[in-house]
Nanobody, 126 residues
Framework: QVQLVESGGGSVQAGGSLRLSCAVS????????MGWFRQAPGKEREGVAA????????YYADSVKGRFTISRNNAKDTLYLQMDNLKPEDTAMYYC???????????????????WGQGTQVTVSS
């Protein structure tokens, strides 16, 4: 059973930075297509960024392009999300997700991902 554990959330002021981590157990991260999603109160969960199993191809939501960077260290079975120039609208619960395959058809679809972490809260104040 794959387990995902996020860490690194917190409260920052606008313009600040945070780095989220997602530790993978029960499988090698190198076998998994992985991504980050977020969900703000009253809103649907949305895809933020995703990475192919080797990390050579990455995907980003338009709202975070140029500010967020997804990366992975498969030797440590860990996925990261570096978030710079944070904005109040980035405030949400952030979730790590993994598909039960090396590829997915639509990375922004929550239904494409089988495994989910418990989430870590990111709060950005103006």
């Amino acid at each position: 059973q794959v387990q995902l554990v996020e860490s690194g959330g917190g409260s920052v002021q606008a313009g600040g930075s945070l780095r989220l981590s997602c530790a993978v157990s029960g499988s090698r991260s190198s076998d998994l297509f992985m991504g980050w999603f977020r969900q703000a109160p009253g809103k649907e969960r949305e895809g933020v960024a995703a990475s192919t199993f080797g990390g050579f191809t990455t995907y980003y939501a338009d709202s975070v392009k140029g500010r967020f960077t997804i990366s992975r260290n498969n030797a440590k079975d860990t996925l990261y999300l570096q978030m710079d120039n944070l904005k109040p609208e980035d405030t949400a619960m952030y979730y790590c997700a993994a598909a039960a395959a090396r590829t997915v058809k639509t990375w922004t679809s929550t239904g494409q991902f089988t495994y989910w972490g418990q989430g870590t809260q990111v709060t950005v104040s103006s």
